[in-house]
């Protein structure tokens, strides 16, 4: 399959997942569109010229006469709906199940090709706190679940030190595919991804948000500040508190960060005890 093909065909495959009955949407998407790009591509390779027609949309396109590069207006809606179109249906939808129906089929990044499976979330979808971690790491890849390897036991136990039992956390990660070899979630990857942590934040509407090392903070503050500066600080995350602390990987190589960890959700506590959405903004350690 050309590279137009297969981005039109997961767009198509996502609104499919989406509940959609009939697989149509707006202007451009229809299947001839994708025939039309095929036949493009073959076109451009002969260097010849073409211009497609695609429902409301008139879409010019040329070869160029040098060769296989076809002039970008069809090239970038395609590549525009396959990349913004399912970011807005990510957003749009309305339940956690069907959320996790999208994730499980997600090929949005690399990740998709080296995962065993995606690690959508664990706990209540009602809970109070919503724990943020980074990226799946091999037992949660094995399993589908976030954090039951050694740093899941920990976390388990930090949260459980101020009267926080798993069941009553919803728990999931910046990314939910396993970076090969645990390596640093890129860019690219935090930002394919980030439409999910969005929607099961807005889902889930927890009282407070718990960001766990700096890839969650980084991300959920949309910042570029050291662990250390963002812990300063209770923030604000879509008008809920944002607590951010030591990710429990992290408390494994250094168990001297385990009593300022642990101070971070004694906070945590304090705000949730008070009536987490009338916190204010405030500053502390
Ligand atoms: N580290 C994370 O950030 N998340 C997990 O789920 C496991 C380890």
Redesign the pocket.
């Known amino acids: 399959m050309s590279d137009r093909a297969r981005l039109l065909a997961e767009h198509l495959r996502h609104r499919r997942l989406l509940g959609e009955t009939e697989v149509f949407c707006e202007p451009g998407m229809r299947e001839d569109i994708l025939t039309r790009a095929e036949s493009l591509t073959r076109k451009a390779g002969r260097g010849q010229a073409t211009e497609a027609v695609t429902g409301a949309a008139r879409v010019s396109t040329a070869a160029s006469t040098a060769g296989s590069t076809i002039a970008a207006p069809l090239d970038r809606e395609l590549e525009r709906l396959a990349r913004e179109g399912p970011t807005a249906e990510i957003l749009g939808i309305e339940d956690l199940e069907r959320l996790k129906a999208v994730s499980d089929a997600c090929t949005r990044c690399g990740l998709h090709a080296t995962r065993t499976r995606p690690?959508f979330a664990d706990g209540s979808s009602t809970a109070r706190v919503m724990c943020v971690?980074?990226?799946?790491?091999q037992k949660?890849d094995e399993t589908g679940l976030?954090?039951v390897?050694r740093?899941?036991q920990l976390l388990d136990r930090l949260l459980a030190s101020v009267g926080l039992g798993r069941s009553e956390v919803f728990i999931c990660?910046v990314l939910k595919c396993r970076p090969p070899a645990n390596r640093n979630p890129s860019p690219e990857e935090i930002e394919s991804c980030s439409p999910f942590l969005r929607r099961q934040l807005s889902l889930v509407d927890p009282e407070l948000v718990i960001a766990?090392?700096t890839f969650a903070a980084r991300t959920l503050l949309n910042a570029n500040e050291s662990l250390g500066r963002m812990r300063r600080q209770v923030h604000q995350y879509e008008g809920r508190p944002l607590v951010v602390t030591y990710?429990p990987?992290a408390l494994l190589r250094n168990p001297g960060w385990i009593r300022p960890t642990w101070e971070d959700l004694q906070r945590v506590r304090e705000i949730l005890d008070d009536g987490a959405r009338a916190a204010p903004g405030d500053n502390h350690g």
């Open positions: 690690v971690g980074e990226a799946p790491g949660e976030p954090f390897g740093a899941g990660n766990f090392g990710h990987a």
